[in-house]
């Protein structure tokens, strides 16, 4: 039985971070878990979604077309999951030809069964940055640049989603799995029983984007074109429906509303489940690019491999529900799970195998009791990862590392190897077996989550069938092949420092966020130079009054001042201000000059300080004033 999966088809406005990481790396899990539970194909399909108005700006303003600028994020998004080890089957990107056909082609379908018509669109419009803004009110900001948004009306077309009211309430109703998890599909059954307004499914305000086909410039909004990319990406391959979208909670409405709703209008199969996990949050915040609170996996895969990281999510966050993320919590969890439990375990049985055994795994039928926990901890696990509750499923197979260690101390094998009488031996060789077949069983119900690490366990366990090869039944106890050689030994999960880790991952995140950026065309930020007190103190700032004003001959901009500042002499200073003062407006007015400026020569006439006026760029220049009294040669401090 087949079994296809997806995770959302991420949008290329951003790089790739540790909360795409987290989705992919959940979807590369449950890919390993079917395809051991014995499903064929299976197979995992992720892409980018390209279009949009986003996209034509961002390309724009680095001066490269929308289909270079999408090429560059997708491919990295493309190198990311490589080097993290997952594994994709599929990767779907919105600009291929292929899928214009298929969001076409779905289309089509909707509207030849009368769930398509033409309306007009009302929203807010910022156009400084050519975008709607949507869920504004009139007036509001535009998020982007806060200048206010106006109202604008275009014609485009509609999907008629209140239609599906009924049919979506029953879908939910007779497939409870559909959404999940349960608190999840609760909300949305509440949304869905509020009414559905109709959807505006193109737009003819953007340039990038599927053509609709029907007279005049429309492009496909957004979903059409986004969902329907798990389609096209297993065309003509009896894959779909999907058997599980694999999403995260904020797109939760699009893929268990719009999604079957387009379907159902188009006589399509729906997918068999939606699953939406929580959020990562980074220091009590959801990481996203807007509040540049990203993380990035790939300095963390550099220090720790990409299978610690993938544990520790996987371990340390309740899949469904927002999590915490911390390179604190990162490197413990690492030290005390993997450094000290299963490494600490695999390095023991393996150095103990070598000591005692040449190196040859003894004949035994293991220790029952250990055994009867083995076959316990397997069937636990497995049930807990079918219900994708990886974290509990984790936590019984580390308390099944207890146990062994619990029972080597008690066995003290060290003891054991060193009496020459027969019972003893044999009681050794129980000892060294039932260690070393737990270690294969661990490894193997552990592969989903840690493939890379397991992979070498096994190799040195002396194990040589591939992991991919894996199947439930291999976990079954007494199938470590007795009289097979060991492989070499090697620590898997080295011990990590916490500070100079944390310091080392930080240095790598820098450049690894230049080199992003540079790939989404951003300029690397520039840090405002900050000036100390003593830096302001140097500047002599003073009130002052205008004694006289003359225009400047010849400098429709400049008029030429006398100014008391409390000294024995008033200072000359010429200043630009003459297109939006007048010289008698100024006479007598209290004014705020900079008294220490260098002496300089504007149109023959010195000028011995500044007067300070405000004014946005290109603006009329406003002069500083005050409200209450203040004596002339007063500092500003
Ligand atoms: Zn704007």
């Not at 106006?150 to 999907?159: I, L, S």
Request: charged content about 25%; proline content about 5%; hydrophobic content about 40%.
């Amino acid at each position: 039985m087949k079994y296809y999966l997806t995770t959302p088809i991420y949008y290329v406005n951003a790089a790739p971070h540790l909360g795409t990481a987290y989705c992919t790396f959940a979807a590369d899990l449950i890919k390993k878990f079917r395809l051991m539970q014995g499903f064929d194909p299976v197979v995992l399909t992720t892409g980018s979604d390209e279009h949009g108005q986003n996209v034509e700006r961002a390309a724009k303003a680095i001066g490269i077309t929308p289909e270079a600028y999408a090429t560059s994020v997708a491919e990295e998004f493309v190198s990311q999951w490589k080097k993290l080890g997952i594994d994709v089957d599929r990767f779907i990107r919105t600009s291929d030809p292929s899928h214009y056909e298929t969001v076409r082609d779905l289309f089509e379908r909707c509207q030849r069964n009368g769930y398509i018509y033409k309306g007009s669109y009302t929203g807010q419009y910022c156009f400084h940055d050519e975008l709607y803004v949507t869920e504004a009110k009139p007036g509001d900001p535009c998020p982007d640049c806060g200048r206010p948004t106006e109202t604008v009306t275009e014609e485009n077309y509609f999907f008629r989603l209140s239609a599906f009211q009924d049919k979506l309430l029953e879908l939910y109703d007779k497939n409870p799995d559909f959404i999940r998890p349960d608190y999840r599909r609760n909300e949305l059954i509440s949304f869905v029983r509020g009414g559905l307004k109709d959807l505006s499914i193109t737009r003819t305000s953007i340039q990038w984007g599927i053509p609709a086909p029907v007279e005049g410039h429309h492009v496909f909004y957004v979903w059409f074109d986004a969902l329907t990319a798990y389609i096209s990406a297993v065309k003509g391959q009896d894959l779909w429906p999907a058997d599980l979208h694999l999403i995260g909670k904020d797109i939760l409405r699009f893929h268990a509303i719009y999604w079957p709703a387009f379907l159902m209008a188009a006589e399509l199969p729906l997918p068999k489940a939606v699953f939406a996990h929580g959020w990562l949050l980074f220091q009590e915040n959801k990481m996203s690019k807007s509040r540049g609170n990203v993380v990035r996996p790939a300095p963390i895969a550099d220090v720790m491999g990409a299978d610690g990281l993938r544990y520790f999510l996987m371990r340390e966050i309740t899949f469904g529900q927002d999590g915490n993320f911390s390179y604190d919590a990162l490197i413990e969890r690492y030290n005390a799970d993997l450094a000290n439990g299963l490494g600490n375990l695999a390095s023991r049985t393996l150095t103990m195998i070598k000591q005692y055994r040449g190196g040859v795994i003894p004949e035994s039928d293991g220790a029952q009791d250990v055994a009867i926990t083995a076959r316990a901890t397997v069937q636990q696990t497995i049930d807990l990862f079918d219900r994708f509750e990886f974290s509990r499923g984790l936590e019984i197979v580390w308390s099944f590392i207890s146990v062994l260690d619990k029972f080597i101390v008690e066995r003290a094998p060290w003891k054991l190897a060193k009496d020459a009488e027969p019972f003893s031996q044999k009681l050794l060789d129980e000892t060294l077996y039932t260690a070393a077949e737990s270690l294969r069983i661990i490894c193997g119900l552990l592969w989903p989550v840690m493939p890379q690490a397991t992979a070498k366990i096994r190799a040195q366990l002396g194990i040589s069938t591939a992991a991919a090869d894996l199947r439930l039944a291999d976990l079954h106890w007494g199938k470590l092949q007795a009289g097979a050689a060991i492989g070499e030994i090697a620590g898997v999960f080295p011990r990590l420092e916490m500070k100079p880790t944390i310091q080392k991952i930080q240095e790598l995140e820098i450049a690894e966020k230049a080199r992003q950026d540079a790939i989404l065309g951003k300029k690397p930020a520039v840090e405002p130079d900050r000036i100390s007190i003593d830096d302001f103190a140097k500047v002599d700032l003073r009130v002052g009054q205008v004694l006289s004003a003359e225009p400047v001959k010849g400098a429709d901009k400049l008029l030429h001042l006398k100014v008391d500042i409390g000294e024995p002499q008033p200072r000359t200073i010429v200043a630009g201000i003459a297109e939006a003062y007048q010289p008698d407006q100024l006479v007598g007015r209290r004014v705020v000059i900079v008294a220490n400026l260098q002496p300089r020569k504007l149109r023959g006439l010195e000028s011995n300080g500044m007067i300070v006026a405000a004014s946005l760029e290109g603006g009329k220049p406003v002069l500083a004033g005050f409200h209450e009294e203040i004596p002339v040669g007063a500092r500003l401090k």
